[in-house]
């Protein structure tokens, strides 16, 4: 990094909260990251009324500047001084309360980090993507790589892609660096509370598994896709392209409640039910048919979105980023679904 100064917009989201973290402390299971940059400086972007929380009590070197990537003017102070810097973008929302929410956020909201980036000379941008702009696999053995086509789903996906539109031309008329970096599922401490959630329901036999169980996701202990974004930051050659970021096989649906099972139970002591809430694959295909007449009058229902997508196959390979970047998962689920539970237990959080 030319520049020491780091710029992060998310933060403190959980994963912005966790990449600060580690750019301050180093990432311990990669031998080559394991120490952090030295003299490294950290600015994040926060929103109005948001407390930056435990992440202000981290470091005398993170600063917190106030913005909103909706709003151009209030950008100003991230990129003061911020020639040769290093932009993590991972600002977005996921589950909005009004779909044309996504589009503010996600779309001008990248529109304007990039040209706010570009004007202020920051070397380069590493932008978090999603698995969504590319939709869904059509088929169970199907994996996506970063030459497969764009097919979004739903309205998130759609703004997703938009964003990446805006990162890509940025990088093709020479404006900045860009990389885009697509992490599927990813997951562990300050995870939100809906992932915990996910926990209690494997734990009181509530865990909704949609057909067989057997469909495939790719997904990643949050260590893992902060290995990315590093290594997506610092290798040279990555200037304009995009990698997915997870672990290197998919899980499926019955694997990862196994596996929560199983940790519960044996290391930590908690009672398991043992049972599934089964249902048919009908009930995603009537979520995603609500689901996409609801968004169309504007309306987002986060469960109905996500029962809507328990059937699917969503499945990347990590290759082009192995060889590229150097990438090399180290958490697997198992040690990544034991340090999220004990990050709950450890929080104080009700499993």
Same mark, same amino acid.
Request: proline share 6%; glycine share 8%; hydrophobic share 40%.
């Given at each position: 990094?030319?520049?020491?100064?780091?710029?992060?917009?998310?933060?403190?989201?959980?994963?912005?909260?966790?990449?600060?973290?580690?750019?301050?402390?180093?990432?311990?299971?990669?031998?080559?990251?394991?120490?952090?940059?030295?003299?490294?400086? &950290?600015?994040?972007? %926060?929103?109005?009324?948001? *407390? /930056? @929380?435990? +992440?202000?009590? $981290?470091?005398?070197? &993170?600063?917190?500047? %106030?913005?909103?990537?909706? *709003? /151009? @003017?209030? +950008?100003?102070? $991230?990129?003061?001084?911020?020639?040769?810097? %290093?932009?993590?973008?991972?600002?977005?929302?996921?589950?909005?309360?009004?779909?044309?929410?996504?589009?503010?956020?996600?779309?001008?909201?990248?529109?304007?980090?990039?040209?706010?980036?570009?004007?202020?000379?920051?070397?380069?941008?590493?932008?978090?993507?999603?698995?969504?702009?590319?939709?869904?696999?059509?088929?169970?053995?199907?994996?996506?790589?970063?030459?497969?086509?764009?097919?979004?789903?739903?309205?998130?996906?759609?703004?997703?892609?938009?964003?990446?539109?805006?990162?890509?031309?940025?990088?093709?008329?020479?404006?900045?660096?860009?990389?885009?970096?697509?992490?599927?599922?990813?997951?562990?401490?300050?995870?939100?509370?809906?992932?915990?959630?996910?926990?209690?329901?494997?734990?009181?036999?509530?865990?909704?598994?949609?057909?067989?169980?057997?469909?495939?996701?790719?997904?990643?202990?949050?260590?893992?896709?902060?290995?990315?974004?590093?290594?997506?930051?610092?290798?040279?050659?990555?200037?304009?392209?995009?990698?997915?970021?997870?672990?290197?096989?998919?899980?499926?649906?019955?694997?990862?409640?196994?596996?929560?099972?199983?940790?519960?139970?044996?290391?930590?002591?908690?009672?398991?039910?043992?049972?599934?809430?089964?249902?048919?694959?009908?009930?995603?295909?009537?979520?995603?048919?609500?689901?996409?007449?609801?968004?169309?009058?504007?309306?987002?229902?986060?469960?109905?979105?996500?029962?809507?997508?328990?059937?699917?196959?969503?499945?990347?390979?990590?290759?082009?980023?192995?060889?590229?970047?150097?990438?090399?998962?180290?958490?697997?689920?198992?040690?990544?679904?034991?340090?999220?539970?004990?990050?709950?237990?450890?929080?104080?959080?009700?499993?």
């Amino acid at each position: 990094m030319t520049n020491k100064l780091v710029l992060v917009t998310g933060a403190p989201g959980w994963l912005g909260s966790r990449l600060v973290e580690v750019l301050l402390k180093g990432l311990p299971d990669v031998p080559a990251l394991a120490r952090p940059e030295p003299g490294i400086a &950290i600015r994040c972007l %926060t929103a109005k009324g948001i *407390d /930056p @929380g435990p +992440l202000a009590q $981290l470091s005398s070197r &993170i600063e917190f500047v %106030t913005g909103d990537v909706r *709003d /151009p @003017g209030s +950008l100003e102070p $991230l990129f003061r001084g911020a020639r040769g810097a %290093t932009l993590f973008h991972l600002a977005g929302i996921i589950h909005p309360r009004r779909i044309h929410e996504l589009y503010e956020i996600n779309h001008l909201g990248t529109r304007n980090v990039c040209d706010a980036a570009s004007r202020a000379g920051v070397r380069r941008i590493v932008a978090v993507s999603s698995n969504s702009p590319v939709g869904c696999n059509g088929r169970p053995d199907h994996v996506f790589d970063e030459t497969s086509p764009y097919n979004p789903y739903m309205h998130y996906g759609r703004s997703k892609k938009l964003a990446e539109d805006v990162v890509n031309g940025a990088f093709r008329t020479g404006r900045i660096e860009t990389v885009i970096v697509r992490p599927c599922w990813f997951y562990g401490p300050n995870q939100p509370l809906r992932q915990t959630r996910f926990f209690r329901m494997i734990r009181e036999g509530k865990a909704p598994v949609v057909g067989s169980g057997d469909s495939r996701r790719s997904m990643s202990y949050v260590d893992n896709t902060c290995q990315g974004l590093l290594l997506a930051a610092r290798e040279e050659s990555a200037a304009g392209r995009t990698y997915w970021i997870a672990d290197r096989r998919p899980y499926t649906m019955n694997e990862i409640i196994a596996t929560v099972e199983r940790l519960l139970e044996r290391e930590f002591g908690i009672a398991v039910a043992h049972r599934r809430m089964r249902l048919p694959n009908i009930a995603s295909e009537v979520a995603l048919a609500a689901d996409k007449l609801l968004q169309g009058i504007g309306v987002y229902v986060p469960e109905i979105h996500v029962l809507s997508e328990l059937n699917k196959n969503i499945s990347a390979s990590t290759a082009l980023a192995e060889k590229e970047l150097g990438y090399d998962p180290k958490v697997s689920l198992e040690e990544g679904m034991r340090r999220s539970i004990r990050w709950c237990l450890d929080s104080g959080l009700a499993l």
